[in-house]
């Protein structure tokens, strides 16, 4: 296993481009089993958790080919293969391939997914979604069994506005009979990612982006070319990487819109923002204000950057609150970031940070974006070297990390743990 070694106190200077979303691509890889003929998908990202979703779809007979940040997958030898372990595992979003196969061939057995493990993740809502449209789900030595003689439109309503749940119906109700509607759907980028592919590929999706997602079955689904929209959370990840630094970085290829949650909370802190049409500049300094940030869905300050943004908020003046009105307890970093000197207090769901000045130390990622702000926290490190462990979950969701942040001035780099 490797570790990072980051060398602190140099500001983050330059431009970049981050890869499309991987949590697109993880809906939209899967997806491809809707069709009868190839779909390639282009600005795919270049990270493991991908990689295991290619080799899954293997697994099933697919043909995947893959050049560079472009990959064709072709589907028509796809069968029913049950997968209760192995790499299903290894990944949340295989929970996906429940609504793609359950689509293609009425049925799915698939393990337990697997992914960022901060805080219990239920998936009560996918299968209630699953069964509204007909399916019965039980439990299979430990996998999730699910089967529908005829998968019928229905009306679902979601307690939650869960992502995974809004696509998993989705991609089940593309292929039933007769209209499915989601109510209280979720409204990410994603999902509209996901909606528009599936409608290349012949389905009959409106509503994608809003609370109410309206689905007409139809009985075949074709091949299509498809790009893949920018990654948000990189794009946010390298803002407050940069405001934290004191820095000056410009990140090309985005959807500014995206970002207006941060861009905000940015803004109220005292961070100079310069929004273009496809791109951002973010122009830091010495002196930030508290604010309280709430992590909530989408059009809200993103859960999956609620971690990064605890490490700008240890340079501001005066007291932070920081709450996650998603995940009840992601707060992985924190522990980490106490050996690193941070004044942080976990109070419910909320951390409530001071000012901090930082120091190195050795520190463990224990899930994706708790590792990405620990590699934040050693560069705003006035001097030495933070090492930080667990590089594989970080990997999982930052293209070229390394290589961003070496081309923007920082000094970083692997080392065999
Ligand atoms: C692969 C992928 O796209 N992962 C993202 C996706 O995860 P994921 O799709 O798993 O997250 P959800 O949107 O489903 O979860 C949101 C909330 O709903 C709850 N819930 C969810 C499903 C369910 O059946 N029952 C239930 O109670 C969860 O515990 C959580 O509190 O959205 C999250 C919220 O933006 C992000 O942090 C993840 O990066
Ligand atoms: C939690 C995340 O991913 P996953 O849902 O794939 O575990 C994330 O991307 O921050």
Known sequence: MDKLMVAGGRPLRGTIRVSGAKNSALALIPAAI??????????????????????????LGA???????????????????????????????????????????????????????????????????????????????????????ELRGAKIYLDVASVGATINIMLAASR?????????????????????????????????????IRIEGVETMHGCHHSIIPDRIQVGTYMIAAAATRGDVTIDQIIPKHMEAVTAKLIEMGVDVYEMDESIRIVGNDNYNSIDVKALVYPGFATDLQSPMSILLTQASGVSILTDHVYSSRFRQVPELLRMGARIKLEGRSAVI?????????????????????????????????????????????ENLVENLTSLGAEIWREQE
Do not use: W
């Open 354 to 398: 001071e000012r901090s000045a930082l120091s190195p130390a050795k520190v463990r990622a224990t899930d994706l974006r708790a590792g990405a702000a620990l590699v934040l926290a050693g560069l705003i490190v006035p001097e030495g070297i933070t090492e930080v462990s667990g590089v594989e979950f970080i990997e999982r969701g930052y």
């Open 176 to 212: 039933a009979k007769g209209s499915t509607v989601i109510e209280n759907a979720a409204k990410e980028p994603e999902i509209i990612d996901v909606a528009t592919l599936l409608n290349s590929m012949g389905a009959r999706i409106k509503g994608a982006g809003t609370e109410t």
């Open 63 to 149: 043909r995947v080919t893959r050049n560079a940040d472009v990959m064709t997958i072709d589907p028509s030898e796809v069968r029913y293969i049950p997968l209760p372990n192995g790499n299903v595992s290894k990944i949340r979003a295989s929970y996906y391939l429940m609504g793609a196969l359950l689509g293609r061939f009425g049925e799915a057995t698939i393990g337990l997914p697997g992914g960022c493990n901060f805080e219990p993740r239920p998936i009560d809502l996918h299968v209630k979604g699953f069964e509204a449209l007909g399916a019965v789900v039980t439990n299979e030595n430990g996998a999730m069994r699910i089967k529908a003689q």
């Open 34 to 59: 809707l069709a009868d003929s190839p779909v390639t998908l282009d600005n795919l990202p270049q990270v493991s958790d991908v990689e295991v979703y290619a080799s899954i779809l293997e697994e």
